[in-house]
T-cell receptor
Framework: QKEVEQDPGPLSVPEGAIVSLNCTYS??????FMWYRQYSRKGPELLMY????GNKEDGRFTAQVDKSSKYISLFIRDSQPSDSATYLC???????????FGTGTRLKVLA | DSGVTQTPKHLITATGQRVTLRCSPR?????VYWYQQSLDQGLQFLIQ???????AKGNILERFSAQQFPDLHSELNLSSLELGDSALYFC????????????FGSGTRLTVV
């Protein structure tokens, strides 16, 4: 079993839809949680980060962490075709900068 | 442009050969990280350097080695290459004191034939 599990998709949604992307993890000691967006032939780009549990909002993006369920989510409101990319979750232990990544979910937003 | 520069962008080489991938971190960043991304394994942490010193090691093969130079650029050396080493290799950087993410370069696509 992988430490971080992520549905690979692809996930296809119409423009304007609310998108929900999720990851589950097995190591309860993870403290830092991040979401990256990766366009084709590009490096991952940091979208959101949270420490421990709770929600964080940034524009159309909301990140949620539920440590009791070992489950993190990224919500995208009013999705746009430009949001079409692979979304990677990542997490790390306190005191380390080694991130464990999910394998990514491919999202397609249809115009 | 993320500010992290990786060269070359593409590399095609034969099995058994040795290659060197280069990374220049973002200005002001002291820490460099190397990751391997393959279709089936996703992004895998290889190694971290901070201000010239090795800080953390992941599942890096013995055939692979890295170093960070005094000007903070880093090189990843891959030797005795095998077909399975074909992947995207990413370098990332941060200041080293911020636990919240780092900035990735655009990667080097290595194809071993």
């Amino acid at each position: 079993q992988k430490e971080v599990e992520q549905d690979p998709g692809p996930l296809s949604v119409p423009e304007g839809a609310i998108v929900s992307l999720n990851c589950t993890y097995s190591n309860s000691a993870f403290q830092y949680f991040m979401w990256y967006r990766q366009y084709s032939r590009k490096g991952p780009e940091l979208l959101m980060y949270t420490y421990s549990s709770g929600n964080k909002e940034d524009g159309r993006f909301t990140a949620q962490v539920d440590k009791s369920s070992k489950y993190i989510s990224l919500f995208i409101r009013d999705s746009q075709p430009s949001d079409s990319a692979t979304y990677l979750c990542a997490m790390s232990l306190s005191g380390t900068y080694k991130y464990i990544f999910g394998t990514g979910t491919r999202l397609k937003v249809l115009a | 442009d993320s500010g992290v520069t990786q060269t070359p962008k593409h590399l095609i080489t034969a099995t058994g050969q040795r290659v060197t991938l280069r990374c220049s971190p973002r200005s002001g960043d002291l820490s460099v990280y190397w990751y391997q991304q393959s279709l089936d394994q996703g992004l895998q942490f290889l190694i971290q350097y901070y201000n010239g010193e090795e800080r953390a090691k992941g599942n890096i093969l013995e055939r692979f080695s890295a170093q960070q130079f005094p000007d903070l650029h880093s090189e990843l050396n891959l030797s005795s290459l095998e077909l399975g080493d074909s992947a995207l290799y990413f370098c990332a950087s941060n200041k080293g004191g911020d636990p919240y993410g780092y900035t990735f370069g655009s990667g080097t696509r290595l194809t071993v034939v």
